[in-house]
C-alpha cells in the first residue's frame, strides 16, 4: 500500500530542515549568496550556527532514514520507520516550542510560527491516519486470493440444468 500523506510529510520536513542546515553552513564559510540568491539569514554565529546546523541535518537524515524504512516490504521494518517519523517530527516541534518560549536561535529557522505549528499537526495526522490504516502489501494479495476461492465456491454451488440439444450445461 503507498503511503502518500507520511511520504509527503516526512520528504518535505526532510527538505526543509536539509536546506535549513546547508544554509547555517554556508553562512559559517562566508557565503552570503548562491548563484545570486541571497541566503536566508544565518540562525547565530559561530558555535550557535554549528548546532541549529547540525540538528536541522540530523533531523533531517533521521526524517530520511524513517521515510525509507516506512516503504520496506516487512511490516515490522515499517512500524519501525513510522517510529522515526514520528520522532523526527518531534524534534520539530520541540525546535518550533523552542522558538516560541526562547527566540534565537530557532526563531531564525521559522519565520512564522503559526505556519510551523500547522505543519506539524498536519504532519502528526498524516503519519498517524496512515499508520491507522496501514496493510502491507501481501494481505492485499490473499484477500484477492481468498475472494477469487469464494466467488468459484459459490459458482460451483450453483446447480445447471442441462440443454438436451446441446448436452451442455445451460
Known amino acids: 500500500m503507498k503511503r502518500i500523506p507520511t511520504t509527503f510529510a516526512l520528504s518535505t520536513w526532510a527538505g ?13 564559510n ?6 545570486g540568491v541571497a541566503l536566508e539569514l544565518p540562525a547565530g554565529t559561530g558555535p550557535v550556527s554549528w548546532g541549529v546546523a547540525m540538528l536541522c541535518i540530523g533531523t533531517a537524515a533521521l526524517l530520511a532514514v524513517g521515510l525509507i524504512r516506512v516503504h520496506a516490504a516487512d511490516e515490522a521494518e515499517a512500524r519501525r520507520g513510522e517510529l522515526l517519523g514520528f520522532a523526527g517530527i ?8 523552542a522558538a516560541s518560549l526562547f527566540g534565537a536561535p530557532f526563531a531564525a529557522v521559522f519565520d512564522r510560527l ?6 506539524i499537526g498536519l504532519s502528526l495526522v498524516a ?9 502491507p502489501d501481501d494481505e492485499d494479495e490473499l484477500d ?3 475472494f477469487r476461492r469464494t ?11 442441462r440443454d438436451e440439444r446441446s448436452g451442455r450445461d445451460a
Open 144 to 146: 484477492e486470493i481468498a
Open 127 to 135: 503519519l498517524a491516519f496512515d499508520a491507522c490504516i496501514f496493510a
Open 151 to 161: 466467488v468459484a465456491a459459490i459458482n460451483a454451488s450453483i446447480p445447471r440444468r
Open 90 to 97: 518531534g524534534i520539530c516541534a520541540a525546535m518550533v516550542i
Open 30 to 35: 562566508g557565503h552570503l549568496a548562491i548563484g
Open 114 to 119: 503559526d505556519l510551523a505549528v500547522w505543519s
Open 16 to 28: 526543509f530542515l536539509a536546506v535549513t542546515g546547508a544554509n547555517e553552513i554556508l553562512h559559517l
